[in-house]
């Protein structure tokens, strides 16, 4: 039964906004209360305060992002403790977490209230950056976390381990952790290798790294994966799912595990994992004319 709902949507899309007002109505009719970000209740001209992200993880269940896979994660980052379950509605081609379409969403949110809908838990990793023996970042990534190289800055060697293993010094544009559904973003760009998203693992992919042998790594979700920062005076970033960055200095170690909280997402009843990848990468698609 749902107690309260959240509602995000991203910001400039009109379709969005649109379909925002019916959830909102959907809502009154219950005699719902309903959470908002700051940037939702502005587009929707809502006479109420917006709640942060980590605050709507914490009280409201169902959520419902409207937008791509972008606007959903920027807010599932934040999910401590058990997950809410998270109903992302895409407004463009079908989103690899993004399965409802803006025509579903209402039926969708019928069938959370009876507890009928399809749902699939997703892993995250939490990450923190140590400096001089203090935490001075930290963060969870439903995607991935990148340890990369500035725009114009030389290419840098990161020191790569695993429990405490020495694995390689890596020289290269930077380095990709990843989880299972990361692995369908900048970690398959890179040459990462395609994991299912039920699978408890970690990827390691180095980008464009200047050495044929530095291949990309798949982990058990276990390891504790540490990249480190030798000696270099140039800039070096930790992005965050390509959405939260923190800028690097010479000695940082950046530990990276599986986090202990997962994300419970809504899943399509009529598409399997394979349908989407078929979808979205075209396989089976001619690569020519007829």
């Given at each position: 039964m749902i107690q309260r709902l959240g509602l995000v949507i991203r910001p400039g899309s009109q379709k969005a906004a649109n379909l925002a007002r019916e959830v909102v109505s959907w809502c009154q009719a219950r005699s719902l209360p309903l959470d908002v970000c700051p940037q939702t209740a502005k587009a929707l001209k809502l006479t109420v305060n917006g709640v942060s992200s980590k605050e709507m993880v914490q009280r409201a269940d169902p959520i419902i992002t409207l937008g791509g896979d972008g606007t959903l994660i920027g807010v599932a980052r934040y999910v401590e403790g058990s997950s809410p379950v998270f109903v992302g509605v895409n407004f463009g081609n079908l989103g690899f977490l993004t399965e409802v379409r803006p025509?579903?969403?209402?039926?969708?949110?019928?069938?959370?209230?009876?507890?009928?809908?399809?749902?699939?838990?997703?892993?995250?990793?939490?990450?923190?950056?140590?400096?001089?023996?203090?935490?001075?970042?930290?963060?969870?990534?439903?995607?991935?976390?990148?340890?990369?190289?500035?725009?114009?800055?030389?290419?840098?060697?990161?020191?790569?381990?695993?429990?405490?293993?020495?694995?390689?010094?890596?020289r290269a544009d930077g380095i990709i952790l990843s989880t299972p559904t990361g692995s369908t973003a900048y970690s398959l760009a890179a040459g990462g290798s395609i994991a299912h998203p039920s699978l408890s693992v970690i990827l390691v992919t180095p980008i464009c790294p200047h050495s044929l042998t530095n291949r990309p790594l798949i982990l058990p979700g276990s390891?504790?994966?540490?990249?480190?920062?030798?000696?270099?005076?140039?800039?070096?970033?930790?992005t965050v799912d390509?959405?939260?960055?923190?800028?690097?200095?010479?000695?940082?170690?950046?530990?990276?595990?599986?986090?202990?909280?997962?994300?419970?997402?809504?899943?399509?009843?009529?598409k399997s994992y394979f349908d989407i990848l078929r979808t979205k990468l075209n396989w089976g698609v001619p690569n020519r004319p007829d």
């Open positions: 025509d579903e969403l209402l039926s969708v949110l019928d069938a959370v209230a009876k507890g009928t809908v399809k749902c699939a838990e997703r892993v995250l990793l939490e990450l923190q950056v140590h400096r001089k023996g203090a935490i001075v970042f930290e963060s969870r990534a439903v995607n991935d976390v990148v340890v990369q190289k500035g725009a114009r800055s030389r290419l840098p060697e990161l020191d790569l381990s695993v429990n405490g293993n020495d694995v390689a010094r890596i390891a504790a994966v540490e990249v480190e920062l030798p000696k270099f005076d140039d800039e070096v970033i930790v390509g959405q939260v960055s923190e800028p690097l200095q010479s000695g940082d170690i950046v530990k990276v595990s599986q986090a202990r909280q997962t994300v419970k997402f809504v899943v399509s009843r009529e």
